[in-house]
């Protein structure tokens, strides 16, 4: 690993014992990982959604046999694991993908792994300021990262945008999209907060719901429904795929199709959209191809760090997703902002109902009411008998 200008070895952490489970790809790993497992992972530049994975399924410690931060760019991941109290050991090497056996204990010392006693693999704990100062660097040194982003950006745009207007021949969907909005979910930066934040909206408007791969699950962790999934399918889960949404597999124009033997092994019907482009990208076109007149996005990778994170060496495809859409796609933070302050129609009614309900009440309870009410009864019989009598 690339220690920072002032990074020094970490002092080792407290020894952790614990089951371990191996993964070459994180994202798929999680799904495994329990409360007390030591997840062992391949994983260099570790990312933020990754590393909130990683935090989220209690795991005591992890093992990285690459660079979990190698001052490239830099990536938010590994302060993640560190701050949640969760040893990081770095750059322990491949060896420790076949050293280690799934499913076995292991015990982490310092720096070293060991199984039964045996030492089978070391590393480099990592600590907060380690992780900082490489942070730091990187910043400082990210300007050559930004020129080669930009360059392969342009590159891609000159490659693409002669196709990216023409038209495309749409999977024929049952979900109606014409005039309603649409939201398209992808397990991104702060699709947790984001999501939860827009049940209101979700309730009031029943936008179409998209699920990009794994944003589906994403979908219902907070009780909605996806009505369509998109992707290669390679993050999502067997409970999704029974909640009756259509599915929509991503097939590139060069004939790339990553998810069709995993969709024709479980023996579900699906659609097949061939363009090109991120799934994300691809989910959002579909979307406003088919008549939706506002798309909201969640989760959707937007910046130079969230392209990196993924392994991205450029963000052509989005870049032009996004002139093609123009005004119709918009940020579920932006709505989230614009809709928490809006007062809806029967919000204000009920309000009224409850301020003249209460009036009657205290009214009805009240004895100087009572007595005035007393009074003008009164004064209406004196004043019919004095009529009366007057006849």
Known sequence: MRLGRRGRPAAPPESVTGTARIGTRTKDLVKRLSAGDIAVINHQDIDRVAAEALVATGVVAVVNAAESISGRYPNGGPIRIVRAGIPLLDGCGEIVMTAVRDGESISIDGGVISVGGVIVAEGTPLAVDVIEATMEDARSTIGAEIERFAVNTLEYIREEARTTFEPVELPSLKTEFRGRHALVVVRGHDYRDDLSALRPYIREFHPVLIGVDGGADALLDVGARPDIIIGDFDSVSERALDVGAELVHH?????????????????????????????????????????????????????????????RAGMSSTFLTRLRLGPVLVDAKGVNRLYESRARRRDLVFLIAAAVLAIVVIGIVSEPLHVYLRGVKLTLEDLWDTISTGF
């Open 251 to 311: 097939v590139h124009v060069d004939g790339r199709a990553p998810g069709r033997d995993q969709l024709r092994e479980w023996g579900v019907p699906y659609h097949e959209f061939v363009i090109d482009g991120t799934s994300e990208d691809v989910a959002m076109i579909l979307a406003y191809e088919l008549g939706s007149p506002l798309i909201v996005a969640v989760g959707t990778h937007a910046t130079m760090v969230e392209f990196l994170d993924k392994g």
